[in-house]
């Protein structure tokens, strides 16, 4: 469907949802011009859909009273979002959305016109999108559900949690404010008692759940938007450099995206810049090259690579 299908379309939903508007308003809207905003009049009442103007300095255009757009009138490009979007509901949420997200596909396809219903045949063919989550979701499952009941009912929890930082859990009470999935991982986030701050903790690190009957508001100058760029930018960074050999050099160039920066050198070795939160990610990153790796910056990382090393090569003699 074309751009000017496409707003068309846009021009009935302003129409029927915001009556009495001006040509101007509309023009702005759409980004047109008020010249082709009179022209899309025309082609609405050709149509047949019934359009009527009031004069004045209040006045605007309509629809006639009662007029309903028909439902789903959607482009091909739109049909197919929808598509995938439910896709991706089933297959990062798992049980807990999976029939929902099917009922809802089986609605949308029944009703939808050929053309877009072959559209999407093709797209649930051709785009897919797997592996999303890179912990257990099946296991996950019942962890979420309490997380996402606490979430909708305001209800505070109180949980287990074992840190990366610390060798045994710790007990925590949360009044829970937003779950989040991103790096293939799923967070909550929400007010730690124990910190007296809002803090972001991974699910698959969460266990014995339990709901109280306490209840919580969420501060309404909470926005979770601002809040992940927050914790983004204040996260720390380890920003490390790795020497790799030219024989291994196509590891590096096949994982481009990885890496901030890639420096060729003379003799066909690359070296690799890339930033990680913590000394030992890095490490971890630089072992997984194996000898093809040599750590450069920072002097920290080197001497972890030695530490490690070490401790590995007593455990195997």
């Given amino acids: 469907m074309n751009n ?26 759409l980004g047109v011009s008020l010249r082709t905003i009179h022209r899309y009049f025309d082609m609405l009442e050709e149509m047949g859909i019934p359009l009527y103007a ?62 877009q219903a072959r559209e999407v045949a093709w797209a649930r063919n051709s785009l897919v999108a797997m592996g999303m989550n890179r912990s257990d979701l099946k296991a ?16 505070s929890l109180d949980m287990s949690y074992q840190s ?18 991103r790096w293939g991982w799923w967070y909550v986030i929400g007010f730690c008692h124990l910190r007296k701050e809002v ?3 991974r699910a698959d690190r969460i266990s014995e759940i339990i709901l109280s009957d306490a209840t919580f508001s969420i501060p309404s100058e909470f926005d979770l938007q601002t809040h ?14 790795l020497k790799v050999d030219a024989d291994a050099a196509w590891l ?25 939160p913590t000394l030992e990610w890095a490490t971890s990153t630089a072992l997984a090259y194996g000898p093809a790796v040599e750590a450069i910056d920072p002097p920290e990382l080197r001497q972890r690579m030695v530490e490690w090393l070490d401790v590995m090569k007593r455990k195997y003699q």
């Fill in 4 to 29: 000017t299908a496409t707003r068309l379309i846009t021009l009935i939903f302003l129409l029927q949802n915001h009556p009495n508007q001006k040509a101007s308003d509309l023009a702005k809207e």
């Fill in 54 to 115: 009031e004069r004045g300095p209040y006045g605007g255009s309509s629809l006639v009273r009662g007029y309903k757009m028909p439902p789903l009138v959607f482009t091909l490009e739109e049909a197919v979002a929808l598509v995938l979007g439910t896709g991706m509901v089933e297959e990062m949420w798992g049980e807990l959305y999976r029939e929902s997200a099917r009922g809802a596909l089986a609605k949308l396809e029944n009703l939808l016109p050929e053309e």
């Fill in 140 to 155: 996950l499952t019942p962890t979420l559900e309490k997380l996402r009941r606490a979430i909708r009912e305001h209800r």
């Fill in 164 to 181: 990366n930082q610390l060798p045994r859990p710790t007990q925590r009470r949360l009044d829970a404010y937003a779950l989040v999935h």
């Fill in 199 to 201: 803090r972001t903790f």
């Fill in 228 to 241: 992940l760029k927050k914790e983004q930018q204040a996260q720390p960074q380890i920003k490390a450099r």
């Fill in 252 to 276: 590096i160039q096949g994982n481009h995206s990885y890496w901030e920066n890639v420096e060729e050198q003379a003799d066909g070795s690359m070296i690799v810049t890339f930033s990680v």
